[in-house]
T-cell receptor, first 114, second 112 residues
Framework: DGGITQSPKYLFRKEGQNVTLSCEQNLNHDAMYWYRQDPGQGLRLIYYSQIVNDFQKGDIAEGYSVSREKKESFPLTVTSAQKNPTAFYLC?????????????FGSGTQLSVL | SQQGEEDPQALSIQEGENATMNCSYKTSINNLQWYRQNSGRGLVHLILIRSNEREKHSGRLRVTLDTSKKSSSLLITASRAADTASYFCATDAWEYGNKLVFGAGTILRVKS
């Protein structure tokens, strides 16, 4: 089945620790996105990438880092500099260009602080 | 930046009734999209309406777009308990580059 796979579903972070959230897609999409969702709120964009080896900061990039070494993969690292990391993280992909087409989402990773 | 604002924040209706959700935005857009999210899950795309379109249908969904008022509405007809979810509008605008900007969503509860 084509789609986006996020792992793990649940992740716990200790203070001072970096953690990495995985996002893999087999839709052959060039564009990939990371969003953060806090309870009862909408999605806020962390980082996005239109092509391999290139990515741009979104609205709330501080304390996060990404890489895009392969078309299929767009991992997100939540660094120790992110002081309030507890949230639901969603990865998405789409065909590139503007206007932006529809996004395909993964099932999300819930990150909590121990 | 939060371009879209949904109204109401929460809506509770009986099965069989219609549900209407509204979205207002601030800048000129290329298109507007509606997504659905079941609790604890990812978002699922419902419908995309372009700036030069006024109305679009998909099954029990009807979306309207009024660019003069910078607003859109999503109508779900003959609602079912399975329609219980959060619904988000998202806008694509030249001003915001190659990305969608989401609103805070409407929580819909359909009681059986």
């Amino acid at each position: 089945d084509g789609g986006i796979t996020q792992s793990p579903k649940y992740l716990f972070r200790k203070e001072g620790q970096n953690v990495t959230l995985s996002c893999e897609q087999n839709l052959n999409h060039d564009a990939m996105y990371w969003y953060r969702q806090d309870p009862g709120q909408g999605l806020r964009l962390i980082y996005y990438s239109q092509i391999v080896n290139d990515f741009q900061k979104g609205d709330i990039a501080e304390g996060y880092s990404v890489s895009r070494e392969k078309k299929e993969s767009f991992p997100l690292t939540v660094t120790s500099a992110q002081k309030n990391p507890t949230a639901f993280y969603l990865c998405a992909s789409s065909s590139p260009g503007q206007p932006v087409g529809k996004l395909f989402f993964g099932s999300g990773t819930q990150l909590s602080v121990l | 930046s939060q371009q879209g604002e949904e109204d109401p924040q929460a809506l509770s209706i009986q099965e069989g009734e219609n549900a209407t959700m509204n979205c207002s935005y601030k800048t000129s857009i290329n298109n507007l999209q509606w997504y659905r999210q079941n609790s604890g899950r990812g978002l699922v795309h419902l419908i995309l309406i372009r700036s030069n379109e006024r109305e679009k249908h998909s099954g029990r969904l009807r979306v309207t777009l009024d660019t003069s008022k910078k607003s859109s509405s999503l109508l779900i007809t003959a609602s079912r308990a399975a329609d219980t979810a959060s619904y988000f509008c998202a806008t694509d605008a030249w001003e915001y580059g190659n990305k969608l900007v989401f609103g805070a969503g409407t929580i819909l509860r359909v009681k059986s």
